[in-house]
């Protein structure tokens, strides 16, 4: 790869985090370039016409743009990091089906939860802890003596699911009762290339 791939995200954003982060473990060259939610840069000209969603993250590679943070993973694995993904139908649904419950459940579970104590996001904080506490429920029964989410080895599925996993306290939302989910968070954190998200002060991390 000539050129560095170009992340237009957000630092205190798990959407953009799981870009970068996957980036880093996949040790794929890229530039980081920060979009000023706060000022609405996202929603200005220049950053519409690369995504006319307006929304972070989204990626340059060259002359290629692809918005969706999950889309972006998915991208990035096939053309850059094969071992991240899978061929084979039956791994390849596997994994899918963790992307599917980073954009679902974790999206309106405990991401929800830490936009509201993090942003103040007027959102429903009892719904959203509600939907985080059966997701990792399930997820904490799914990793009963596994290493990794989808594969018997690291996979975009797991980098997906990370980062507002990880940050759950932020929202009010304590992972302690999760030990096997706890232990997965230390796995990923524990990879080559591992960038962890900011902290913030809000919720049970303060």
Known sequence: MSNPIKIHGFPLSGHSHRVELFASLAD?????ITVDLAAGEHKGDAFLKLNPAGQVPTIEDGDVVVSDSNAILVYLARKFAPDWISNDPLEAAEIERFLSLAAGEIRFGPATARLITVFNAP?????AAAIAEQAFTLLDQHLEGRDWLALDH????DVAVYSYTAHAPEGNVDLAPYKNLTAWISRVEALPGFVAMPATKAGLAA
């Open 154 to 157: 690291p996979t975009i599925a």
């Open 123 to 127: 959102l429903d904080a009892d719904r």
């Open 28 to 32: 794929i060259p890229f530039e980081a």
